[in-house]
């Protein structure tokens, strides 16, 4: 072949390959596709679309990606199966999923669920309401399911082996358990994020997003709303003792009277590390932030660094009474913990600012396992509110059984109202050992010292 002929058989080759049908996007209208839309996403009600609607999800890998309209409100009573190169799109708040009366599962889930791999790629969903109809649910069934995650509860929404998952301006409704457990993944956003538990019973795990290791490069923005227990939670290793999460943004979360805010759960060998929490808001009932292993069996776990800054919540009467409510509660052995713009209000309940050690699950004595060690603990900006004629005044930073290298708190501001006595400390030690505190710029006229530690209990302190 002389080099005129292979010229010309390589630009027809390349139109060829050009003009193949490549995998098209089908928009599919539930309506016009024979679903029935008659439900309504709080009150359920209407006709069973599940085989329907399943069937018509199940077209993604025949047609290569699917957009399917969800809209209206549809009535299922099994979990649907979502596959790659699928999105579920609603046009408003009143378009969504509404679950059955004892269908006791998920409300949707990923079609190829797996721990040891990532089969399902690029899941979107946008708009809309998924209810899990918790009044008419089971907290766990009997049946193992296929993964066994923490337990057999009865989720609002699973994911285990994903890759690239979006969530846009979604609201998970009436969750039994956790509305949403995410497991083996990688890449994923969600924005806009409306936890809506309508049906607030108490203490039946009602929490709100839980992410599970191992996971890489999460953003959370905008996320809102109540839940029971945690709020969000990130737990690499609470299910396998050894996986990590790594690489979070977690930017705007907004409570309404939640139980507990975020909990960041690292037990075993499996390491958190490289996470960032910033714009929380609202008001909480009994505990803010929990950076503690946990599990009675835990052994410290591995936190790498991480950073908070910008926080607001406004404490409310505890529900939760087996350990004093607090905004901070810090355990295990971690290597860099900020704390950054921090505004801590002590109206008439009795919530701590810091608890740093002791036992991880109860106001009991440490055990000899429970040990929190702290490479730096940095507490940058930290404005305390008692202006309250019925604040409590109290210990703000409360060592309890730690080993901690640096402590530096600098830009502290505290004002108590009028009337109230002139007591307390900043920091308090007991049982603990920290080498180097530094303190600067600290204004508080309304307590008796600054620091109260026993003799030998901080090796340099620096003023």
């Not at 549809?74 to 408003?92: F, Q, V, Y």
């Not at 008796?448 to 209990?457: K, M």
Request: glycine residues 8%; charged residues 25%.
């Amino acid at each position: 072949m002389n080099t005129k002929n292979a010229i010309l058989w390589l630009i027809g080759f390349v139109l060829l390959v050009g003009c193949r049908e490549q995998p098209k996007t089908r928009t599919v209208y539930a309506s016009e596709w024979g679903i029935v839309l008659n439900s309504d996403v709080y009150r359920g009600g209407g006709t069973d679309m599940t085989d329907e609607l399943q069937a018509l999800l199940d077209k993604a890998p025949q047609w290569g990606r699917l957009h399917l309209i969800l809209d209206g409100a549809a009535l299922i009573s099994r979990p649907l199966d979502i596959h790659s190169n699928t999105t579920i799109e609603c046009p408003d708040k009143s378009c969504g999923l509404f679950l059955a009366d004892s269908s006791n599962c998920c409300v949707v889930r990923n079609a190829n669920r797996r721990m040891d791999t990532i089969i399902d790629h690029n899941i979107t969903l946008i708009g809309g309401v998924y209810n899990n109809n918790s009044p008419g649910q089971v907290h766990h069934r009997d049946e193992e399911p296929d993964i066994t995650i923490v337990s057999n509860m009865v989720f609002g929404m699973e994911f285990y082996g994903v890759e690239h998952v979006v969530m846009r301006d979604v609201t998970i409704a009436n969750q039994r358990t956790w509305a949403m457990v995410m497991a083996n993944w990688k890449y994923v956003a969600m924005d806009d994020i409306h936890i809506d538990r309508r049906e607030r019973a108490d203490a039946q795990n009602q929490d709100g997003l839980h992410f599970l290791g191992p996971g890489r490069f999460l953003t959370l923005r905008n996320i809102y709303g109540n839940a029971g227990d945690d709020f969000i939670a990130l737990a690499p290793d609470e299910s396998d003792l050894k996986s990590n999460i790594e690489d979070v943004l977690i930017d705007g979360v907004h409570l309404e009277e939640a139980d507990q805010g975020i909990r960041l759960l690292s037990r075993e060998a499996g390491k958190l590390d490289r996470v960032i929490i910033r714009n929380v808001t609202g008001t909480y009932r009994s505990y803010g932030f929990v950076i503690t292993p946990w599990y009675d069996e835990g052994h410290g776990g591995h936190y790498g660094n991480i950073v908070f800054d910008m926080i607001d919540l406004r404490p409310m009467k505890n529900n939760y009474t087996y350990v004093r409510p607090f905004l901070f509660k810090l355990g295990g052995n971690i290597e860099s913990m900020t704390l950054k713009n921090i505004y801590h209000h002590t109206p008439a309940y009795d919530h701590t600012f810091c608890v740093v050690g002791g036992h991880y699950v109860r106001d009991v004595p440490s055990r000899a396992d429970h040990l929190t060690r702290i490479d730096r603990l940095m507490i940058d900006g930290l404005y305390v509110d008692e202006r309250d004629e019925n604040s409590v005044p109290q210990t703000y930073i409360d060592f309890r059984g730690a080993e901690v290298g640096l402590l530096s708190v600098k830009d502290v501001i505290m004002r108590r109202a009028d009337g109230l006595p002139k007591t307390g400390s900043l920091i308090k030690v007991r049982d603990s050992h920290i080498s180097e505190v530094i303190l600067h710029d600290i204004s508080a006229p309304c307590l008796n010292q600054l620091t109260d530690a026993p003799a030998g209990s901080i090796g340099r302190l620096v003023r």
